[in-house]
């Protein structure tokens, strides 16, 4: 028969949460290490955004 686990085996059986970054963390280092690109990426979202809607706005006139 196997033995009870113990409360501190139940409650965390994988790896503390302290220790694995979080997505969130890991996204700002990344934006912060490539800063040119993602401003890059950002205003050419925005700007092909904006000519969509311009476009659409123009063709439903």
Do not use: D, W
Not at 7 to 18: D, F, G, Q, V
């Amino acid at each position: 028969m196997a033995e009870p686990e113990s409360p501190e085996t139940l409650e965390n059986p994988a790896s503390p949460p302290e220790e694995q970054a979080s997505y969130v963390k890991l996204a700002m280092r990344n934006m912060v290490k490539k800063r040119g690109i993602s401003l890059r990426h950002f205003f050419l979202s925005t700007a092909g955004l904006l000519g969509l809607l311009v476009g659409l706005a123009y063709l439903t006139r």
